[in-house]
Nanobody
Framework: QVQLVESGGGLVQAGGSLRLSCAAS????????MAWFRQAPGKEREFVAG????????SYGDSVKGRFTISRDNAKRTVYLQMNSLKPEDTALYYC????????????????WGQGTQVTVSS
């Protein structure tokens, strides 16, 4: 059974930093593309960042480029999201997701999801 468990969310002031973690089990982690999405109340789920399984290449949503960094540790079966220079508009529930084969920024193409971790940025 695949499980993705996010942690590291919380309340932070604008300009601050947080690091999210997503621990994976029940899958061959180093064969999976990993991604972070977020969803704010009343909004659609939004792609934040993704990292490929074979070369570690990364991609980011336009709203977080230059501020967020995704990374993975295959030995620990964990993917991270370092979030710097946080803004109130970054407030959302952040989800970790996993998929095989081709990389995608579309949430509908990810079969495995975590339960989410809340990030709240105060102004």
């Amino acid at each position: 059974q695949v499980q993705l468990v996010e942690s590291g969310g919380g309340l932070v002031q604008a300009g601050g930093s947080l690091r999210l973690s997503c621990a994976a089990s029940g899958l061959t982690f180093n064969s999976y593309n990993m991604a972070w999405f977020r969803q704010a109340p009343g909004k659609e789920r939004e792609f934040v960042a993704g990292i490929n399984y074979w070369d570690g290449s990364t991609s980011y949503g336009d709203s977080v480029k230059g501020r967020f960094t995704i990374s993975r540790d295959n030995a620990k079966r964990t993917v991270y999201l370092q979030m710097n220079s946080l803004k109130p508009e970054d407030t959302a529930l952040y989800y970790c997701a996993a998929k095989l084969r081709f990389y995608s920024g579309l949430p509908g193409e990810y079969p495995y999801w975590g339960q989410g971790t809340q990030v709240t940025v105060s102004s």
